[in-house]
């Protein structure tokens, strides 16, 4: 089973900017669908971002302009580069990566790592 392993969670205020990385052993990240989705307590998970294997980007209203999505193929890491955050940014960020394999869809997630936006 294909575990993503996400990193760069934490603490910071309003206005700064946190960059988060997603690693995904045992699959190419450059043939997946990639992103990163976020969740609060109550709510559904929502998506922040997400990279097509060509190369597109979709990003949520919330954070466009904000955020930049990026694949690095050489190390095989997905990236999210937050800026100018916002209290209702907090919220834990999943790494998510899929792709359609002939008759099935494999979808694989990361635990979860936990931004919060606070002074």
């Known amino acids: 089973q294909v575990q993503l392993v996400e990193f760069g969670g934490g603490l910071v205020q309003p206005g700064g900017s946190l960059r988060l990385s997603c690693l995904a052993p045992g699959i190419v990240f450059s043939t997946y669908t990639t992103g990163w989705y976020r969740q609060v307590p109550g709510k559904q998970r929502e998506l922040v971002a997400d990279i097509a294997p060509g190369g597109t980007t979709t990003y949520s209203d919330s954070v466009k302009g904000r955020c930049t999505i990026s694949r690095d193929s050489a190390k095989n890491t997905i990236d999210l580069q937050m800026n100018s955050l916002k209290p209702e940014d907090t919220a834990t960020y999943y790494c998510?990566?899929?792709?359609?394999?002939?008759?099935?869809?494999?979808?694989?997630w990361g635990p979860g790592t936990q931004v919060t936006v606070s002074s």
């Open positions: 998510n990566a899929w792709r359609h394999d002939f008759a099935e869809t494999n979808d694989y």
